[in-house]
């Protein structure tokens, strides 16, 4: 099986293609210009340079969140006109275990996604690797870095964070005198292939069905029922 991957969620974006679970090719970006000028373009060169186009691949994979109202966007938007355009089903995976599943030999250990959320908090979910499978100990959440603390305290094991707010995440636990371990950016950070792997285990969909998870409103919804509340 084929599959294309999307990675937008972030500063960075990617996209990969997957044959029969092992990644072909991989074209990685973090540079000034916004995803919706570069996404598409660098998955047409990256197929192109492997002499495959849309038409070629049995699905398209993309992270739908959480991370960045934009990117996410962006990503989601991008996966449903490659769909459409190509008649493919796509799968949506959540963002947090797409990390986590760059991280699946590691047998036993605790996997800590997190992403800056600003506004003081952290999406965040909790995973560990078992008989080589990622499986999840919480849901997706946007959660206060103090609440993460509280929860390795509970816990009591080390956590290895990956995302964009890991090395946050990782300071605040070395801060606090908890177990907690950083892996190289490579590892780290969000990336197509991550996304491929988690779509290995998901079951495509039409390209209708697919919707971005953003977990919490945007700032613009947030304003706009801030002003209705004191207009009521």
């Given at each position: 099986?084929?599959?294309?991957?999307?990675?937008?969620?972030?500063?960075?974006?990617?996209?990969?293609?997957?044959?029969?679970?092992?990644?072909?090719?991989?074209?990685?970006?973090?540079?000034?210009?916004?995803?919706?000028?570069?996404?598409?373009?660098m998955?047409?060169?990256?197929?192109?340079?492997?002499?495959?186009?849309?038409?070629?691949?049995?699905a398209i994979a993309v992270a739908r969140g959480p991370g960045s109202f934009t990117g996410v966007?962006?990503?989601?938007?991008?996966?449903?006109?490659?769909?459409?355009?190509?008649?493919?089903?796509?799968?949506?995976?959540?963002?947090?275990?797409?990390?986590?599943?760059?991280l699946v030999p590691m047998e036993g250990a605790v996997i800590a996604s997190a992403m800056d959320a600003r506004r003081g908090q952290i999406y965040n979910a909790l995973f560990e690797c078992r008989d080589g499978e990622i499986v999840r100990l919480t849901p997706d959440r946007a959660i206060s870095l103090e609440e993460l603390v509280d929860s390795g305290k509970n816990l009591g094991r080390a956590y290895?964070?990956?995302?964009?707010?890991?090395?946050?995440?990782?300071?605040?636990?070395?801060?606090?005198?908890?177990?907690?371990?950083?892996?190289?950016?490579?590892?780290?950070?969000?990336?197509?292939?991550?996304?491929?792997?988690?779509?290995?285990?998901?079951?495509?969909?039409?390209?209708f069905d697919l919707e971005p998870n953003y977990l919490r409103l945007s700032q613009a919804e947030r304003e706009r029922l801030e002003k209705l509340k004191k207009t009521n």
């Open positions: 099986m084929k599959i294309l991957a999307i990675e937008s969620s972030a500063r960075a974006a990617s996209v990969a293609l997957a044959t029969d679970g092992r990644l072909t090719a991989q074209y990685y970006e973090e540079s000034a210009l916004t995803h919706s000028r570069t996404l598409l373009k998955a047409e060169d990256m197929l192109a340079g492997l002499e495959m186009t849309v038409a070629d691949v049995d966007r962006i990503g989601v938007a991008a996966a449903k006109g490659l769909a459409w355009g190509a008649e493919k089903p796509v799968c949506g995976v959540s963002t947090l275990e797409a990390m986590a599943w760059q290895i964070f990956v995302g964009d707010g890991g090395n946050i995440c990782y300071n605040r636990f070395r801060e606090e005198g908890l177990p907690a371990l950083l892996p190289p950016a490579s590892l780290r950070l969000q990336t197509a292939w991550g996304v491929a792997l988690a779509a290995m285990k998901r079951e495509p969909q039409p390209a």
